[in-house]
């Protein structure tokens, strides 16, 4: 069974940094794209950002392009989402997700495409 677990949620002020790490276990890390997304409160869930699994190409959602990076350690089964310049806007809930397909690439922006979800971390940026 697949188990994916974030951490690095937190309360930041406007124009502060953090950082969200998400461990996965229960199949193979290494040949599935990862993504972020998050939903803030009365929202949708977003596409925030996506990886393959070779770390190749990225992908960004346009409010977060130059102020967010996502990035990945196959050997340590973790990907990374390093916020910076963080906007009251960003506050949401953040989840990783897991490609359901391997090693395939597709439009990584739609959140049907992945099939195993964390439980979320909670983002919070004041003003």
């Known amino acids: 069974q697949v188990q994916l677990v974030e951490s690095g949620g937190g309360l930041v002020q406007a124009g502060g940094s953090l950082r969200l790490s998400c461990v996965a276990s229960?199949?193979?890390?290494?040949?599935?794209?990862m993504g972020w997304f998050r939903q803030a409160p009365g929202k949708e869930r977003e596409f925030v950002a996506a990886?393959?699994?070779?770390?190749?190409?990225?992908y960004y959602e346009d409010s977060v392009k130059g102020r967010f990076t996502i990035s990945r350690d196959n050997a340590e089964n973790t990907v990374y989402l390093q916020m910076n310049s963080l906007k009251p806007e960003d506050t949401a809930v953040y989840y990783c997700a897991q490609c359901r397909r391997p090693v395939w690439r597709g439009d990584y922006t739609t959140a049907g495409e992945y099939d195993n979800w964390g439980q979320g971390t909670q983002v919070t940026v004041h003003s």
């Open positions: 229960g199949r193979t890390f290494s040949i599935y794209t």
């Open positions: 990886i393959t699994w070779k770390s190749d190409n990225t």
